[in-house]
DNA sequence: AAGTGGTCTAGACCACCAC
DNA sequence: TGGTGGTCTAGACCACTTT
């Protein structure tokens, strides 16, 4: 047995949705047909359907069976210099340009004062037990959640603002920042990718996440917002320009 | 039961770790260990350590036990504006910048003439047919596989010239271009992560990877260079700037 | 040689979903 | 209600690593 049969199996079936005998949203051979075709006991099919979840190609639907996994269009998240000035400053969300085409709504929005994690309090310059404006949110497409975000901004900074309030108005909080005399010029943006925390996951997120951290800075280099964000990596595709 | 045994195992060994009862490299309580201490079967036992290795916190050695997975200082790659002109503008090779204080290599390195992927062809405006130069070639950290990269060029625009060779000299395939009236002036980084597959798998990296596109650009808008990277998303944090 | 994880079998009960 | 995937048991053999 050089490879085992699970592996063999799983390749099968990989090969046959490859070649479009599954397609997208179609019924994979459940446990007991592979137990059947292959000849094989019930944990090795399961392994076999196993690997082909873990791989993000199908997913299981208890009580129903284990479908072919159908990837919607993901989303262009550009994240590039004239795009971020022009729609802030005339207007939209920056979070509209991720978008193009499809119903984005918001979701469990919620905006406190509170302490913010030690690492953005230190990047925004708080000093301990300053409080951080904290405005958490979550993004979905199509019903299907897609992004969290959680931002930070200094509280004595924002106060009185409506980036206190859940409509912060045309332009949205970089525009109000704007407003206050603060508007940022540059932001820097760390992009990580990992596998969904048992947390994450309860956020309703698929198996991989792209974790990005935006640093929003004003001219005089002040940090003036720090977002962290938790998107679904599968509905993503993000798009940076790197002059040279 | 409210929770399945093989979660509350697997959360059990989780906190454990997070609390520093198993540090990085330690080994965890094996499968037989599991069995007795919470007087589950088998598979239960095996089912709760994969978790822990899906999530990428633990790995496996045949043999010989499931460790904590020891993660390394992530690598900074920073895909910003200076940098990139700075560092290929007076000598050394973009990707030394990717890179802080580790012994990075270069491995199955290889130069080619042979057809682009029809959408690489696209982009770098090749007829059907014409060649292009292949550059692959993959680099390690400490002996340990964390890219993988194949850049495409126009073969009628490098060849003659050092590209088509292994050491691209000084500053390397962007000051070639650069020799050549051919520089680039800015590209496009398209960034997605998935889970590897087998083929990935067998180039010896992590579970979760991180695939970019960079597409270099001159000031004529020709696009000169398409470069796809594969990533292991746990060895590396990319950086970007974003003006606004 | 002893112990480990990797694979595999042949059963079982359950919650859930579709019909 | 019958079929599905999710969980679980109690065994087994193997290749591999460590001692």
């Not at 479009?20 to 099919?45: I, K, S």
């Not at 873990?54 to 069976?65: D, H, N, P, T, V």
């Not at 959680?150 to 900074?157: E, F, G, N, Q, T």
């Not at 792209?210 to 917002?225: C, G, N």
């Amino acid at each position: 047995m050089a490879t085992p049969k699970y592996q063999r199996i799983a390749a099968a079936l990989r090969n046959a949705i490859r070649a479009g005998t599954y397609g997208p949203g179609d019924r994979l051979p459940g446990e007991n047909d592979l137990m059947a075709q292959h000849e094989v006991a019930r944990m090795t099919a399961r392994q076999a359907l196993g690997v082909l979840t873990a791989e993000g190609l199908a997913e299981s639907r208890k009580g129903a069976g284990v479908f072919v996994r159908a990837h919607p269009e993901p989303i262009l998240r550009r994240a590039t210099a004239r795009l971020a000035r022009q729609v802030w400053g005339s207007g939209e969300s920056v979070w509209s340009a991720d978008f193009d085409g499809r119903m984005m709504t918001v979701d469990r929005f919620s905006v406190s004062e509170a302490p913010a994690p030690p690492d953005v309090a230190g990047l925004l310059s708080l000093a301990p037990g300053d409080p951080a404006c904290v405005r958490r949110r979550r993004y979905l497409v199509g019903g299907v959640p897609v992004m969290s975000a959680v931002s930070y901004l200094p509280a004595a900074l924002v106060a009185g603002s409506p980036i206190t309030n859940e409509d912060t108005g045309p332009g949205g909080t970089y525009a109000r920042l704007a407003d206050l005399g603060h508007a940022p010029v540059h932001a820097r943006e760390t992009v990580r990718a990992d596998t969904a925390t048992p947390d994450a996951r309860d956020l309703g997120l698929g198996a991989v996440v792209v974790l990005i951290r935006r640093v929003a800075i004003t001219a005089t280099d002040r940090v003036v917002e720090v977002t962290d964000m938790v998107l679904d990596a599968g509905a993503y595709v993000l798009e940076y320009e790197v002059p040279m």
